[in-house]
Structures are given as C-alpha cells and as structure tokens.
T-cell receptor, first 114, second 109 residues
Framework: DGGITQSPKYLFRKEGQNVTLSCEQN?????MYWYRQDPGQGLRLIYY???????QKGDIAEGYSVSREKKESFPLTVTSAQKNPTAFYLC?????????????FGDGTRLSIL | EDKVVQSPLSLVVHEGDTVTLNCSYE??????LLWYKQEKKAPTFLFML????IEKKSGRLSSILDKKELFSILNITATQTGDSAVYLC?????????FGQGTRLTINP
C-alpha cells in the first residue's frame, strides 16, 4: 500500500530531552512537510523540503530541526529549545511544493511532556 | 501574510440536516483551495478548487469557490453521524499550504 507512515503514534519527552519523530513515504513524492496541530487550531507549518538535502523553515521552526538525506524519509527532531512541545505532529507529502496535487498526510504522532 | 478564516468554528446539528461551512482567505499567490476532513488522525482530502463558480461534488458533499469575493463553501446534505469531524480549509500558495482553524462538526442522531 502506498502511503505515509509516522512513528511512534505516541511519544513522551522529559525536560531537556531531544526526541525524533519518524516520517517515511513510499509515494515517490519529492516534497515533504511537517505540521504542528494544537487543540482548536489549524495546522501550522514547521519545516518543508522540496528535494533531498534541502529544506526550508516554515512558520514555527524555532526549537525544531529536520534532515532530508533520502527522498522517502523526513525525520523531525523536537529539541529541548522547544518549550511547549505538547501537540499533535503531522507529516505530509506531495508531488512537489508548487504542484496542483493535494498533500497526503500520515496518521500523526502525539507528543506529550512527562 | 497569507490567511485563512473558517466559520463557524463549531457546529452541532441533527442527522439529516444540511450544513454549510465557510472559508474566506487572503493570499498573495493563489494556486488552489483545498478541503480536508479530519476525524481522529490524518486529514483526508475532499476537494481541490482552482476555478470560480465550478461546483465540485462527491456524493452528499459539494464545494464551490468564489475567487472574486475570496471565499469557498462546503455543503453537506442529509448529514449522517459519520460526517462528524473537523473540516479544514487550506490555501495553496507559491510554496506551501496555509490552513484555517477548522470547523468542528458534530452530527447528533
């Protein structure tokens, strides 16, 4: 089945700890995205990547880092600098960033602070 | 700055009712407007609209775009409990999607 796989589904972070959220896609999409969703709010863009080894900051990149070493993988690290990391994190992909093809989403990772 | 505003933020209706969800936007480089349905996890794609006045339809759901007045509506007729979800509107700009806050729709039996 083609799709986007996010893991883990639930993640707990201790104070001062970095954690990494995994996102893998087998849709052969060039572009990948990370969003954060807080209760009662829409999705806010953290980082996006148009091609391998290249990525751009979104609207709320502070406290987060990403890498894009392979086309199918776009992991997100929530660093200790992110003071309010509790949220639902969604990964998405699309053919490319300016295409008129919709983004497809993974099932998300829910991150909480211990 | 690109902006998307959805209304109402929350709506509770009875099964069988018809609902209309609204989405207004401001964007500097419009490419398309998208509607997604989000139940508990991944948003699932409903419609992509690029041209004014052309209704897109899928079963009991339909949507239309007005590029002059900068808004879109999503209609759901003969609602069912399975339609309960958050409905997200998003604008595709030059490089990225900008999402609205979402409308939480609850259908009571």
């Amino acid at each position: 089945d083609g799709g986007i796989t996010q893991s883990p589904k639930y993640l707990f972070r201790k104070e001062g700890q970095n954690v990494t959220l995994s996102c893998e896609q087998n849709l052969n999409h060039d572009a990948m995205y990370w969003y954060r969703q807080d209760p009662g709010q829409g999705l806010r863009l953290i980082y996006y990547s148009q091609i391998v080894n290249d990525f751009q900051k979104g609207d709320i990149a502070e406290g987060y880092s990403v890498s894009r070493e392979k086309k199918e993988s776009f992991p997100l690290t929530v660093t200790s600098a992110q003071k309010n990391p509790t949220a639902f994190y969604l990964c998405a992909s699309s053919q490319w960033t300016d295409s008129n093809q919709p983004q497809h989403f993974g099932d998300g990772t829910r991150l909480s602070i211990l | 700055e690109d902006k998307v505003v959805q209304s109402p933020l929350s709506l509770v209706v009875h099964e069988g009712d018809t609902v209309t969800l609204n989405c207004s936007y401001e964007v500097t480089n419009f490419r398309s407007l998208l509607w997604y349905k989000q139940e508990k996890k991944a948003p699932t794609f409903l419609f992509m609209l690029t041209s004014s006045g052309i209704e897109k339809k899928s079963g009991r759901l339909s949507s239309i775009l007005d590029k002059k007045e900068l808004f879109s509506i999503l209609n759901i007729t003969a609602t069912q409990t399975g339609d309960s979800a958050v409905y997200l509107c998003a604008i595709q700009g030059a490089q990225k999607l900008v999402f609205g806050q979402g409308t939480r729709l609850t259908i009571n039996p």
